[in-house]
Every structure is written in C-alpha cells, then in structure tokens.
C-alpha cells in the first residue's frame, strides 16, 4: 500500500508538555467582547476538555485597548497566550499563529461565540485521532440549530451556492467561525493559501478538497451576532474577487496540489473489478458527453440546410469534438495547465475520426435505406451514433490519450 493510500494516524504533540489541541481567537478591536469570550472558553475547556489545551489571542493590528486586555487574560489565566499582528486580517492571524504553534490540532473560533462550545470535541475528536484532516462546522446541515436574520441566512446560503457553482465545493458551510485543522495538514497546505482576509476559510478549504483532504463536517447550533463588525458589502466583493483568483490558480495549474496529494491525499477506496476513480470519470465524462450532444444537434441543425447532412454532420462534429477534448482534459481526467495540450488536441481529432466515421455511416446507410428520411429519424439515428462514438472515445482518451496521467477526482472542476 502506497504512503498516500495508508489511513492517516493520529498526530502526537512536538513534545511531552506540548498541547494536543490550539485554539485560535483572531480579533480586531474587541476590548468589550474578548475577556468575557476567552474566560467563557477556558472555563469550558477546563472542565470539560479531556486533553492539554492552548488558547491564543491572535491581535491583527487593533487600534483600540485590545492588545492590552489580551496581555492581561495572558497573565491571568494558565494556558492563555497573546500575539500581536502589525498588519489587518483574520487569515493573516490564523495563518501566523498556527503556523506558529506547536500543537497537533489546530482550531479558531470567533470571540462572538456565536457557536455553541458544545461542538468543539465533536470538530476536533476527528483531527485527534486522525480520522480527517479537517473540521467545519456548519450551520446549513439537517441536524444544525441556527438562529439569524433573514438577510444574512440568504448571503449565507447565496454565497455556498456560488462556491459550488464556480469552484465545486462540496463543503457546506464555507464562513462559519469554528473550524479546525491537523498541524501536519497545516503546515503543508497554508503555504499555498495566499488570501489574508475573510476568504482565507474558503480557500484553505477549496485547496483541501482538492488536494484529496478529508473534511469532518460538525452540525452546530449558532445564534447571530446582532453586533458583528463584518461589513458585509466589502467582504462579498473581496469574496467574489477571491473565487475569481482562484479560479485561475486552479485553471492555470501553478498550484503544486499532486504534490500536496501525494504527501496527504486519500486515495478512493479500491472496488474489485474496477478500476480507481473509474466511476468518477465516468460520471464527468457523461456530463460533458450531454452537454456535446447538445451542442452537436443544435450545430448540425444550423448546417444542414448549407451543408447538407454530411458536411453539417462534419462541420458540427469537428467543433464539439474540439470543445469535448478540451473539457475531457479538464474535468474528466484532471489535467491541468498548457503542457501537452496541442498534443492531447491532435489525439482528439484522431478520435473524432472514429466518431466521424460512426456517425457518417449511420448517415449513409439511413440515406440507402430511404431516399428522403424525415428530420426527427435523422436526428434519432444520429443520437444513437453519437452514444455508440461517445463510449468508444472515453476508452481512446482514457487509455491512450490521457494515459499518462492517472485522474484525481478531488481536483476537477464541474
């Protein structure tokens, strides 16, 4: 068994007085909110937290009395420390201290409290043992408890629709505060995560399902902060251009994510008799297959009258053969950036030819058969060629044209 199929251990601490779990609190000017919050956590951790805790106050770049409230839980309660940030943003300050830090498992959470500590053990008891790599909590699952406004349950929820539109996130909740991660995990995927913002959840996230990372999802109960300081039309803005960034990251091929997969990925679970990430590929692969059918009919319907049936079956199927190898590259077998790519283009146009050459006689022998065939048996005839071509060209590109590089299913797109 390879190292990155091997189940992933539990993380033992640097050291013996080292803590087993880190918890984060970023803040910005919160002198009223951050001692009743870090007095609240540390009493729920001391008496209800089976494992040696830290909890860090990460300051990024207050302007009020904060640092000095900080300083002070520092010095009044066991196991609290501060640091200071000279530069603004909550990804910024998570990225620091936990890079920083010498525990196993690394959490935050914000000093609103919004979520229930009740869920703490459920998020981080995964990362303890090793069974993930990371943990959200979530507040768009079944079992979650969530009292908020109307206007910011739909930001919530417009916001984790676009992610999966754009950047197919499988994750529920990309913005709730309460999440955690393996130290190890942290200190290979944080170097790649380049947002200092608001962003920088959903793109540690994004990068981690990528990667092959298992995310724990923990339903929480979570009541809104009438007083939040998130200034919500700046952050969506910074949001959007945030998924735009990464989207061409990811469409670039500049981020070392095979590299990442191979230190910490899970590879899918083997099934006798079928071949890994088989039914993943096929399932992509029918996706794009629809949506070039699609565009096939509508494009021979366009050129049949100048073309007639053979030069339109032609023309139409040289542009979607183009299209489908391209989208087949990317998202059914998970190649990405410009190398190879005219090469696996004129592999394609090869086995546009075999498709060329199925549907064609399809057509010739429709026109043998009858001289004048009305449209829709011409359609239907061709549909039926187009599937038998379709089959034929996802075993040419996965065992020929594509060969060289096996799928990761956690790095496609849709």
């Excluded at 001692?35 to 956590?41: D, G, I, N, Q, T």
């Excluded at 939040?228 to 998924?243: H, M, N």
């Excluded at 990811?250 to 994510?257: D, K, M, T, Y």
């Excluded at 594509?402 to 797109?413: G, I, N």
Aim: aromatic letters at 6%.
């Amino acid at each position: 068994m390879s190292p990155s199929t091997q189940p992933a251990q539990a993380v033992p601490p640097t050291r013996r007085d080292s803590p087993v779990l880190d918890v984060v609190v970023p803040v910005y000017n919160e002198e009223i909110d951050l001692e009743p919050c870090v007095r609240r956590l540390h009493a729920y951790l001391s008496d209800s937290f089976p494992y040696r805790f830290r909890i860090t106050i990460a300051d990024n770049a207050s302007t009020d009395s904060t640092p000095d409230v900080a300083g002070r839980l520092a010095s009044d309660l066991p196991g609290v420390t501060s640091v200071r940030l000279t530069g603004k943003g909550r990804g910024r300050a998570l990225k620091y201290a936990w890079t920083q830090s010498d525990a196993a498992v690394l959490a935050y959470l914000d000093v609103d409290l919004s979520t229930d500590l009740g869920a703490l053990l459920p998020l981080v008891a995964p990362l303890i043992s090793g069974h993930s790599d990371l943990a959200i909590g979530t507040r768009l699952a079944r079992g979650s408890r969530v009292v908020r406004g109307a206007k910011r349950e739909f930001i919530s929820r417009s916001y984790n629709l676009i992610l999966r539109g754009t950047l197919a996130a499988r994750f529920s909740d990309a913005q709730c505060g309460f999440k955690a991660i393996r130290s190890d995990v942290a200190a290979r995927l944080l170097p790649i995560v380049e947002d200092t913002g608001w962003f920088f959840d959903t793109e540690m996230l994004v990068l981690a399902e990528r990667a092959g990372l298992r995310i724990h999802e923990v339903p929480v109960d979570w009541v809104d902060d009438p007083d939040s300081r998130v200034d919500i039309v700046p952050t969506a803005v910074a949001d959007l251009r945030g998924i735009v960034r990464l989207l061409r990251a990811l469409g670039s091929g500049r981020l070392p994510l095979a590299a990442l997969r191979d230190q910490l990925g899970r590879d899918p679970l083997p099934v006798a008799g079928v071949p890994a990430g088989l039914t993943a590929q096929l399932i992509r692969f029918a996706a794009v297959g629809v949506a070039s059918t699609l565009a096939y009919l509508a494009l021979y319907a366009t050129f049949r009258l100048g073309l007639g049936p053979q030069g339109a079956n032609f023309a139409a199927l040289l542009l979607t053969a183009i299209g489908n190898t391209a989208a087949n590259r990317r998202l059914t077998f998970g190649v990405r950036g410009t190398d190879g790519a005219w090469r696996h283009q004129a592999q394609g146009l090869i086995v546009f030819g075999v498709g060329l050459g199925l549907t064609s006689g399809a057509l010739a022998l429709l026109g043998a058969l009858h001289s004048a065939p009305a449209k829709p048996i011409e359609l239907t005839v061709l549909v039926i060629a187009n599937l038998l071509a379709t089959a034929v060209r996802f075993l040419l590109l996965r065992i020929w044209v594509f060969r060289s590089r096996p799928a990761h299913p956690a790095e496609t797109t849709a």
